[in-house]
């Protein structure tokens, strides 16, 4: 029996979206039905497991490097050497240096090619300089050798890049999310037979029958049936949208209760799901060119420790001292000018930025966007499930009769929601149940086409109908029953005369305002994109006071917003919580996921709130000022040292009697560390006080 609420649904309106019309020239080539990201994330996870055996392995190695070094032992004041105490060291720290600090001579190499000294430069050198040297020690050359420096070095540059690298992990799990969003298989007809094909043997113009709750397989138009489908998900429409035949339904969006047959019109690379894929693969790309502080620092410090190291020796052996000495002096220059500390600088942050933000409900996956977040200038929201509940529900229901209290008026009209799909009736029924209402039973239920439904209710003939009902049969609508023009409102008429009305929305979420508040008073601007429709969009844009709204917008479109936004010299960040939001997130400085949505939308966004609170955003952009400031407090300590210790060490004091020795040296660059890691643990009170 159809359960028919045709007009209930108007004041509402719906998407105006076809999606046969999507420009497809502003969307970029395709790259075929599975997309190239999957192959990035998988040898991200692998190269996070390599550096995690590579730390650990050197660790257990360092701690015999260690307590057989003879500088390490004079410096603690005790003596300890084996039967070929040197070849020892020599043999240990050679499988140190090969394989622990393998990753950073392949860097050096790949820095090397692509004329960019950086962090593994300078890293390769000192740990090349300090290894080579020390090798030569072990076999006639006069000097000390530096193997627990470089042991030392190696395993905390392996924690650092560790420890970063688990903190920004590839953004391409999104794509197989999207992928995943597909069933694998479709039911296609062929005469009298349903055959289970895979998705990939799915041609054009097959046609298709989509049972009750499943994911529809491919673009289709309906030939038979009707359904209600939630695509909320992927057009960002709140409520579950009427399909009948003729109309299009997009694969991957979820069926309601009615099942149908349909025509295949798109699948693999031209669906709609894979042109979503296609934005978010590109916005990705485009982003992961960022350079971070900490690699700018290195390739001044390289330069440095070149220039300072190769002149130290030109210079002593210009003014007539022995080779050993001026070797020697080259080689504690260029070993301290690579800090401890500037590894760990930047990642200890991270790690602890990202322990204590977690704890206050902000997830971060992308380490460069969360420092920029700081930056924000303008915010775009998704409408559902942002901004508002994604939640189609009732927001007030009223008694406008002497005979009936506003509950006994929700309890009656229930009764005749309860068998219903329909959202306006799921919308009465939770409500009713969050009540604690009991549902009446019903007799002669009855759809009044186009209009509502009746039936009888413990013997009262009740009736929930739409505005057009009360218009057809004269009946005067009270004022006080439309709230705003986001709201859907439907009439109870008990016995022929008018009880009461229940109106329904999707629920402007209660912190909303707040926050939106605290955004304009830090002068950012907010913006609205969603692809709910015009009169829902105004309306919530209206109440929130928002800087502008768009509305009806497609994927694609979304990205040009963000663009356009981005072309007018804003630093932007997009909420969202749905696939239709994907792309925008992956293509905004800053994409931000609400917790309550797809995960699509988390694994492509930067950040992800927990809560879904707009408010935490504000949070958010408070974090990364507090971590970016602690990230260049610690890259001063990290390598303001060298302004001293390089001096030094190249002998400028020479004359007065001081050089600066390497286990001096060593003592300076274990501070700086110990001072780094304070000062990031600093961090958990500043953030906590925010």
């Known amino acids: 029996m159809e359960h028919n609420h045709k007009e209930h649904s108007e004041p509402m309106g719906h998407s105006k979206m076809d999606h046969s019309k999507m420009d497809h020239s502003k969307m970029a080539h395709d790259h075929g039905s599975v997309p190239m990201g999957m192959a990035g994330h998988d040898h991200h996870k692998m190269m996070i497991e390599d550096f995690k055996k590579r730390f650990w392995v050197s660790a257990l190695l360092m701690i015999p490097i260690l307590v057989f070094s003879p500088m390490i032992q004079g410096f603690f004041g005790f003596e300890w050497l084996l039967p070929g105490n040197p070849y020892i060291l020599f043999a240990l720290s050679t499988i140190v240096y090969f394989w622990g600090g393998w990753p950073f001579l392949k860097g050096f190499y790949n820095e090397l090619k692509a004329k960019g000294p950086g962090m593994m430069t300078l890293i390769a050198m000192a740990i090349s300089v300090a290894y080579f040297y020390s090798s030569a020690t072990v076999f006639g050359l006069d000097g000390v050798d530096f193997f627990w420096e470089l042991a030392t070095l190696i395993v905390i540059m392996l924690l650092g890049h560790w420890l970063e690298m688990k903190s920004v992990l590839g953004a391409s799990k999104a794509l197989q999310l999207l992928v995943s969003m597909m069933p694998a298989e479709a039911h296609r007809i062929s005469g009298d037979k349903v055959e289970d094909i895979s998705l990939e043997d799915l041609l054009k113009g097959d046609i298709i029958l989509v049972k009750p709750g499943e994911k529809v397989p491919a673009d289709a138009i309906i030939t038979e049936g009707e359904s209600y489908l939630n695509e909320s998900m992927l057009t960002g429409e709140s409520k579950p949208v009427k399909k009948s035949v003729g109309s299009k339904v997009i694969g991957g969006s979820l069926n309601g209760n009615g099942s149908f047959k349909a025509q295949v019109e798109h699948t693999g690379k031209d669906s709609y799901l894979n042109k979503v894929i296609t934005l978010v693969e590109e916005a990705q790309k485009s982003k992961s060119k960022m350079q971070n502080l900490s690699d700018r620092a290195a390739k001044w410090l390289t330069y440095i420790a070149l220039t300072v190291g190769f002149g130290t020796l030109v210079i002593w052996l210009v003014l007539g001292y022995p080779f050993v000495f001026a070797l020697e002096r080259m ?360």
């Open 331 to 690: 080689v504690t220059v260029m070993v301290i000018a690579c800090p401890h500390a500037l590894g760990l600088a930047i990642p200890l942050v991270v790690a602890i930025s990202t322990a204590v933000s977690a704890q206050n409900g902000l997830l971060i996956r992308n380490r460069t966007a969360f420092e920029e977040s700081r930056k924000i200038t303008a915010l775009v929201f998704d409408k559902t499930g942002t901004l508002t509940k994604g939640d189609f529900g009732v927001t007030r229901y009223e008694s406008v009769s002497d005979r009936f209290d506003k509950e006994e008026v929700l309890r009656l009209a229930s009764a005749l929601e309860q068998s219903s799909e329909h959202p306006i009736a799921v919308g009465i029924i939770k409500k009713v149940k969050e009540l604690k209402i009991a549902i009446p039973q019903v007799e002669n239920f009855n759809a009044i086409t186009g209009k509502g439904v009746e039936a009888k209710v413990e013997g009262l003939e009740v009736k929930v109908v739409s505005p057009g009902y009360l218009k057809d049969k004269n009946i005067p609508v009270p004022q006080t029953a439309f709230g705003n023009a986001a709201e859907t409102v439907v009439f109870v008429i008990i016995k022929n005369e008018l009880a009461g009305y229940i109106s329904l929305s999707d629920q402007i979420r209660p912190e909303a305002q707040e926050a939106i508040d605290k955004f304009k008073k830090n002068n950012i601007k907010v913006m609205m994109a969603t692809g709910d429709n015009e009169i829902v969009a105004k309306a919530v844009s209206d109440e929130l006071g928002l800087d502008g709204y768009y509305a009806e917008v497609l994927p694609h479109q979304k990205v040009e917003i963000v663009k356009e936004l981005q072309a007018k010299g804003e630093f932007v960040a997009m909420t969202g919580d749905g696939v239709n939001d994907a792309p925008a997130l992956a293509q905004a400085d800053v994409g931000i996921a609400v917790g309550s949505g797809t995960d699509v939308a988390a694994e492509t966004a930067d950040i992800i709130l927990v809560n879904s609170n707009p408010q935490d955003i504000l949070n958010l952009i408070l974090f990364g000022k507090a971590t970016y400031r602690k990230m260049i407090q610690n890259l001063i300590w990290a390598t303001g040292y060298n302004a001293f210790a390089i001096p030094l060490a190249a002998g400028v004091l020479y004359s007065s009697g001081f050089v600066l020795g390497p286990a001096v040296g060593a003592v300076f660059m274990s501070l700086s560390t110990i001072i780094v890691a304070i000062n990031a643990q600093l961090l958990k009170k500043q953030i906590n006080t925010l």
